[in-house]
């Protein structure tokens, strides 16, 4: 089935030109993947198409990846939210046994079909935006067991919603009460998971919370090289709240990205340059927690450091479900221009995961693509709390809203 939707204002996303911009435009979708992309007026004049739709002028943007999420966990931290409104930090409230493990056991005690729903609804809200590929980490379940449902309600989302889902286990996000003081033990347990993991299918990258409240480095480069060993690609949750040299420690084993960010140093910089990973800034998390240092973006920027930006949805440091709310934050708190910040959330959101073939609308890409009610993407980073997302395809179909 070949359809050509014609008359578009296709920001693409292409780096030949700002906003890889054409001003009247076609895209010629045949089956899952574009086909053809480029100005109306270099149309073949001899194609043929089982369909035509004209697009009467509206705007086109690929698809939006949001490539950092914990979206599958039980209950809320709405009460935590109240503690830290009276004085409690986030770090006080983690060692003291809140945080991370209060969702930990929220997480185990719910079903698999609640788990389920409740991430379906989630996905949806994010999939209102016009966000077509998403990744999810697990991390909650903090067990063999319970990482591995989790990563299969991970997996289902993406088979029963219209939606691309990646998985990330993310089992070193914090040290569960069985291994209470054992930090090393348990590392060594997480890594033996890995491989029953990767045989079911389950998991497409290894992430490590690395910080003084989480993993060493150490610790942290014995998971990667676990990874490694599997052929599994790393992240790493790096540098968020303290410098620990994980940004480095991450670039040594070839991340897709390292995250957060806001206390990354030169060194890290220049690491991440040679091994091309991705820096995912995540606003969310900035303004939840009320950070004040910020990620260092025009040294990212001067050392030709991809950005890409994420929701980093989870129950305690960034509970918002609107990626085009993270458009205005990465430019109102970090100074990205809208241009940076919608690569952000689509080229260098795909990049983040190893996934080159969407992202930008382009011959061979996936097609993945938005119809929004504005006349220029930046309308998108200027606004907020508003959404003009109008029509969404995923894989050549259009998705019901
Ligand atoms: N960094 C974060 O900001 C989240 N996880 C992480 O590694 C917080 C997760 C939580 O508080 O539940
Ligand atoms: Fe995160």
Redesign the pocket.
Same mark, same amino acid.
């Given at each position: 089935m070949r359809t050509l939707y014609r008359h578009a204002r296709l920001a693409t996303m292409d780096d030949t030109l700002p906003w890889g911009w054409i001003d009247d435009g076609a895209l010629l979708v045949d089956g899952q993947h574009l086909a053809w992309v480029g100005p109306e007026m270099q149309l073949d004049p001899g194609l043929q198409v089982d369909a035509e739709q004209s697009l009467q002028g509206a705007l086109v943007t690929p698809g939006l990846v949001d490539c950092h999420t914990?979206l599958v966990y039980g209950g809320d931290r709405a009460a935590e939210f109240e503690l830290r409104l009276r004085g409690a930090s986030y770090e006080q409230i983690a060692l003291a046994g809140g945080?991370?493990r209060s969702?930990l056991a929220a997480t185990r005690h719910a079903s698999d079909q609640a788990l389920f729903a409740s991430a379906a609804a989630r996905a949806r809200c994010l999939m209102a935006e016009g966000v077509t590929t998403i990744e999810i980490k697990s991390g909650y379940g903090l067990s063999e067991a319970h990482e591995a449902r989790c990563l299969a309600v991970a997996r289902r989302l993406g088979a029963e919603l219209p939606l691309n889902v990646r998985t990330t286990s993310l089992a070193a $996000?914090a040290v569960p009460p069985e291994f209470e003081g054992r930090a090393d033990d348990y590392v060594d347990t997480l890594i033996e998971w890995l491989p029953g993991q990767v045989g079911a299918g389950l998991v497409d990258a290894v992430d490590v919370?690395c910080d003084h409240i989480?993993f060493s480095p150490a610790q942290t480069e014995r998971v990667f090289r676990a990874a490694h060993h599997l052929g599994l690609p790393v992240k790493l $949750?790096a540098e968020?709240l303290s410098d620990q040299g994980g940004a480095a420690l991450a670039a040594r084993y070839g991340a897709l990205s390292c995250d957060h960010l806001e206390h990354l140093s030169a060194d890290g910089i220049a690491a991440m340059r040679q091994a091309g990973s991705v820096a995912v800034l995540l606003p969310g998390?900035y303004y939840f927690l009320r950070e004040t240092r910020l990620p260092p973006v025009q040294a990212l920027r001067e050392g030709g450091v991809p950005i890409a930006i994420a929701t980093?949805h989870?129950?305690?440091?960034?509970p918002t479900l609107s990626l085009l709310l993270m458009l205005n934050m990465a430019c109102t708190l970090f100074r990205l221009t809208p241009e940076e910040a919608w690569r952000g959330v689509t080229v260098n959101g795909a990049r983040a995961l190893g996934l080159a073939d969407r992202g930008v609308l382009r011959s061979g890409a996936r097609a993945d693509f938005v119809v929004w009610d504005a006349e220029h993407p930046r309308e998108m980073a200027y606004r907020f709390g508003h959404n003009p997302c109008r029509r969404v395809f995923a894989g050549g179909v259009e998705t019901v809203r």
């Amino acid at each position: 089935m070949r359809t050509l939707y014609r008359h578009a204002r296709l920001a693409t996303m292409d780096d030949t030109l700002p906003w890889g911009w054409i001003d009247d435009g076609a895209l010629l979708v045949d089956g899952q993947h574009l086909a053809w992309v480029g100005p109306e007026m270099q149309l073949d004049p001899g194609l043929q198409v089982d369909a035509e739709q004209s697009l009467q002028g509206a705007l086109v943007t690929p698809g939006l990846v949001d490539c950092h999420t914990h979206l599958v966990y039980g209950g809320d931290r709405a009460a935590e939210f109240e503690l830290r409104l009276r004085g409690a930090s986030y770090e006080q409230i983690a060692l003291a046994g809140g945080g991370i493990r209060s969702t930990l056991a929220a997480t185990r005690h719910a079903s698999d079909q609640a788990l389920f729903a409740s991430a379906a609804a989630r996905a949806r809200c994010l999939m209102a935006e016009g966000v077509t590929t998403i990744e999810i980490k697990s991390g909650y379940g903090l067990s063999e067991a319970h990482e591995a449902r989790c990563l299969a309600v991970a997996r289902r989302l993406g088979a029963e919603l219209p939606l691309n889902v990646r998985t990330t286990s993310l089992a070193a $996000h914090a040290v569960p009460p069985e291994f209470e003081g054992r930090a090393d033990d348990y590392v060594d347990t997480l890594i033996e998971w890995l491989p029953g993991q990767v045989g079911a299918g389950l998991v497409d990258a290894v992430d490590v919370f690395c910080d003084h409240i989480a993993f060493s480095p150490a610790q942290t480069e014995r998971v990667f090289r676990a990874a490694h060993h599997l052929g599994l690609p790393v992240k790493l $949750h790096a540098e968020q709240l303290s410098d620990q040299g994980g940004a480095a420690l991450a670039a040594r084993y070839g991340a897709l990205s390292c995250d957060h960010l806001e206390h990354l140093s030169a060194d890290g910089i220049a690491a991440m340059r040679q091994a091309g990973s991705v820096a995912v800034l995540l606003p969310g998390a900035y303004y939840f927690l009320r950070e004040t240092r910020l990620p260092p973006v025009q040294a990212l920027r001067e050392g030709g450091v991809p950005i890409a930006i994420a929701t980093d949805h989870n129950p305690g440091s960034s509970p918002t479900l609107s990626l085009l709310l993270m458009l205005n934050m990465a430019c109102t708190l970090f100074r990205l221009t809208p241009e940076e910040a919608w690569r952000g959330v689509t080229v260098n959101g795909a990049r983040a995961l190893g996934l080159a073939d969407r992202g930008v609308l382009r011959s061979g890409a996936r097609a993945d693509f938005v119809v929004w009610d504005a006349e220029h993407p930046r309308e998108m980073a200027y606004r907020f709390g508003h959404n003009p997302c109008r029509r969404v395809f995923a894989g050549g179909v259009e998705t019901v809203r």
